[in-house]
């Protein structure tokens, strides 16, 4: 009954107020006329009708604000519409508590209980905010707070604080414009242009720049005192900026941190260089290298190349080859090379202690331990990640290798099972099979690296069993077993596999154990990456991240890309900031034929629900392809529908990875298949299908109308 009854006396007031010529009460002339006769009653019914339009919750709040400056001045002004504001939301705040409170709470329920906690614990924060930055229309918090667990005097205290500031800057606002029109008789072009107008027009447009970034920096302040746990901010800081990790991302954000004369300290618990150098691309790549020219050697009969019987490997020297490459890429991320780029190096294991202090652990070739502490402005994490080990039931009885562990092995396993069929799994799988290993690759899914269109994994699938590579598809592991005889695989569809030697190359988790992140608050997801926002910045305002420790795309070149934007956005934020750009990212798997792709693919744009126009060009068509003996694959580029706009493009050949290079370029650049098409290429290469696959575009949006025409003109002439 109490519902009903409040519920019919808002609806009469919101009637009557409009019925009987409410509107007047919103036009400044109305209360000019009024104050010349009786200030005091012009107040008073000002303030009225004030609070009735904010409970009421009727537009033109702002515009009364505007007014009330205009007729009372600054500071009476404000001190009419600052009250009767407050009031007015308090009024509209007990209207939906009343009405709606009960019924929203118990409806959604389970859907509200986070809600609920943050506003119960932070509910001053959070409304504060919203009343100082109104990017939300004041009414409609007005509203959604009464539904919410906020006591009326925490609301009403808290909006006449929050509200103060935006409420000042109208006011003032409203003064300028009436002292104008109460002196030059009425508004003018010239009264713009005084200095007074000027100033409160251009606080007027920044204020909402001004209040969102004064309450990111008290949010900021308020999470790292949260943080800090006690622990003081030093008043001096040992480094600008402090870099945990010697990879990819931990190596570009020093350099650049460095480049720009901040003082850096860059920390590796291990070996510079991070996965990349040490166990990922540039080892996987020098023995994709050796095993290539094993397979070339053993078919180079089709070119007139009789080599009798297959050469011999000697794996030792394979792997020789493999370790001589990671050596003399060491210089390039050396301590030394780093060291005179202006990078302090630090060998030793960090943990993070506060959100400006890192502490580091030495250990020294007599393995005496010692700790020193560093304090910086900011942090950066790109300690990388590693790969991810199942819980298979008698894994931990058996010898397995990730692509972290099998650069040590000395001894080319007889027969390989590699679990997982992603690009490590397909990589390294063929080059052992080309190197003479019996190899089988089981996997849950369907395809064969299963990011790309089906297609495409299907073209690579046939490669690899023409190699003798036995693919089990839709099967995992459920048991292995170990006998004097044989390790033996259990798949869950019953079948059974032997193996010596097990790669696991089921993907990755990040590298953040025992780094200290429960000192500041920081949690991971359930792989072990930590969360970042756009900016790469983590919820502690101090620490950034990048690289494969936050997930996303695990490649080295966006690590990098990556390590721009946080030590960027560490050193300089507080000016400015930018958003890490994700728009055009290129990656190639080196599998044979190669897989290289930027943007997105068929499978993805009919997922997305992007309408699209593909084209494809086969490289059997290619000279240099035919040439090198080399004509499987092809060219395919994503289109807007009827122009030239590149939306993502595949390449699956050979030398994919340096043909994709030109449609980067054109994605980053805006650049479309007319441009391409238009550019010479030089001949013969595999760069000009490129060309040929926007010939084909073209060839496509050519009216077939249009070409009956021009074939009768063309032949009116010939007899």
Not at 194 to 207: K, S
Not at 547 to 567: K, L, M, N, P
Request: charged share 20%; hydrophobic share 45%.
């Amino acid at each position: 009954m109490k519902k009903l009854l409040l519920l019919t006396s808002i609806v009469i007031l919101f009637t009557t107020f409009y019925l009987l010529g409410g509107q007047q009460w919103l036009q400044p002339a109305t209360y000019q006329e009024l104050y010349q006769q009786n200030p005091t009653l012009t107040a008073a019914i000002f303030f009225v009708i004030y609070i009735l339009v904010t409970a009421l919750s009727i537009p033109g709040a702002a515009l009364m604000t505007l007014i009330g400056g205009a007729v009372f001045g600054l500071s009476q002004g404000l001190l009419l519409i600052s009250f009767a504001s407050t009031i007015g939301a308090t009024l509209a705040f007990f209207s939906s508590r009343l009405l709606l409170k009960d019924w929203v709470q118990n409806k959604f329920s389970r859907h509200l209980k986070i809600i609920n906690n943050g506003i119960e614990k932070d509910g001053t924060f959070y409304l504060f905010t919203l009343r100082l930055i109104p990017l939300v229309p004041f009414f409609a918090i007005n509203l959604l707070m009464g539904l919410m667990p906020i006591s009326a005097w925490r609301f009403y205290w808290v909006s006449q604080l929050g509200m103060l500031a935006g409420t000042a800057v109208y006011v003032n606002a409203g003064a300028e414009l009436g002292s104008i029109i109460a002196n030059e008789g009425g508004f003018s072009v010239a009264g713009i242009m005084t200095p007074g107008l000027l100033g409160a027009l251009i606080l007027l447009a920044i204020f909402p720049w001004i209040a969102r970034s004064v309450m990111a920096q008290l949010q900021a302040r308020r999470s790292l005192i949260k943080r800090a746990k006690g622990r003081v901010k030093p008043k001096k800081f040992d480094d600008n900026l402090i870099v945990i990790g010697g990879g990819a991302a931990g190596l570009v954000s020093s350099i650049i941190g460095s480049a720009v004369k901040a003082k850096v300290t860059l920390i590796e618990k291990h070996k510079m260089g991070g996965d990349c150098l040490n166990t990922g691309c540039v080892p996987s790549k020098a023995i994709i290298h050796a095993a290539k020219i094993a397979y070339e050697n053993k078919h180079g009969h089709s070119t007139g190349l009789l080599c009798g019987e297959p050469a011999t490997i000697d794996f030792k020297q394979v792997m020789a080859h493999v370790h001589n490459s990671i050596k003399a890429i060491e210089p390039h991320d050396s301590i030394e090379r780093f060291e005179g780029l202006g990078v302090s190096c630090a060998t030793g294991e960090a943990k993070i202690i506060s959100p400006w202090e890192v502490e580091i652990q030495h250990v020294s070739e007599s393995g005496s331990v010692t700790t020193e502490t560093r304090s910086a402005a900011h942090i950066i994490i790109a300690t990388g990640g590693r790969p991810r080990i199942p819980k298979i039931p008698g894994l931990d009885q058996i010898t397995y290798y990730t692509s972290d562990t099998l650069w040590q092995i000395t001894e080319l396993p007889k027969r390989l099972l590699v679990l997982g069929a992603g690009p490590i799994g397909c990589e390294l799988g063929q080059a052992f099979a080309r190197l003479g290993s019996q190899v089988s690759i089981v996997d849950k899914g369907q395809f064969l690296m299963p990011r790309e269109d089906e297609d495409v994994s299907q073209l690579v699938a046939d490669a690899m069993a023409a190699e003798g590579i036995n693919h089990v598809q839709g099967c995992s592991i459920s048991k292995l077993e170990f006998s004097d005889r044989a390790n033996v695989a259990l798949l869950d569809s019953g079948e059974k596999i032997e193996f010596d030697v097990l790669l696991l190359a089921i993907g990755r988790e990040g590298n953040t154990e025992n780094l200290g992140l429960e000192n500041v608050d920081l949690v991971t997801d359930s792989n072990g990456f930590l969360p970042v926002d756009e900016y790469l910045q983590t919820e502690c305002p101090t620490i950034y991240a990048c690289g494969d420790v936050i997930g996303g795309y695990q490649f080295t070149h966006v690590s990098a890309h990556e390590a721009w934007f946080a030590s960027v956005n560490s050193l300089f934020g507080r000016f400015k900031r930018f958003k890490a750009d994700y728009r055009v990212i290129p990656w190639a798997t080196f599998t044979s034929p190669e897989v290289a792709r930027v943007g997105i693919s068929e499978k993805e744009a009919k997922i997305q629900n992007i309408p699209y126009e593909s084209t494809q060009y086969d490289l059997d068509d290619l000279d240099r392809a035919i040439t090198d003996d080399a004509a499987t694959g092809f060219v395919r580029v994503l289109t807007v529908p009827g122009k030239d706009k590149i939306l993502g493009a595949t390449v699956v050949g050979a030398r994919a990875d340096d043909v994709i290079a030109i449609f980067v370029i054109a994605m980053k650049h805006g650049l479309g298949l007319n441009k391409v098409l238009g550019t010479i290429h030089a001949y013969p290469t595999y760069m000009e299908a490129n060309k040929f696959v926007a010939g084909e575009w073209k060839r496509k949006q050519v009216s077939e109308r249009l070409l009956v025409w021009l074939g009768r003109f063309h032949n009116r002439k010939i007899k």
